[in-house]
């Protein structure tokens, strides 16, 4: 399985992110997340592989998360409702998002992505 990079074309983090992979060598398989957005089961399996917080998930620099009000939604609600919840819209998610058999990576980091595509 190549891994897979949700992004959105419009985000710089998301462009230094390709582009970095690109330079760097690696073999990637590139799903937008606005057209393609990820379910709530591959949302559960990812947040589990990842053993990161669901809130690292989140988009919370995002238009949609502010206007939606989750910073003070989200304690309230449950893991299923957040998964969910974030499956509705791609924009909710935290990108680029870097999903490998190795593990998953919410946001874009050269060390933690070197390790998992290397």
Known sequence: MNPVI???EKCST???ALK???ESGYE???RPIKEENPTAEELKEWHQTSRLPL???FNTSGNL???LKLKDKLPEMSEEEQY???STDGMLVKRPLLITEKGVCPGFSQEEWAKLLG
């Open 6 to 8: 949700l992004c959105y």
């Open 14 to 16: 998301c462009k230094k």
């Open 20 to 22: 970095w992979v690109e």
């Open 28 to 30: 990637v398989q590139v």
């Open 55 to 57: 809130k690292r998930f």
């Open 65 to 67: 998360y502010k206007e």
């Open 84 to 86: 969910q919840l974030l």
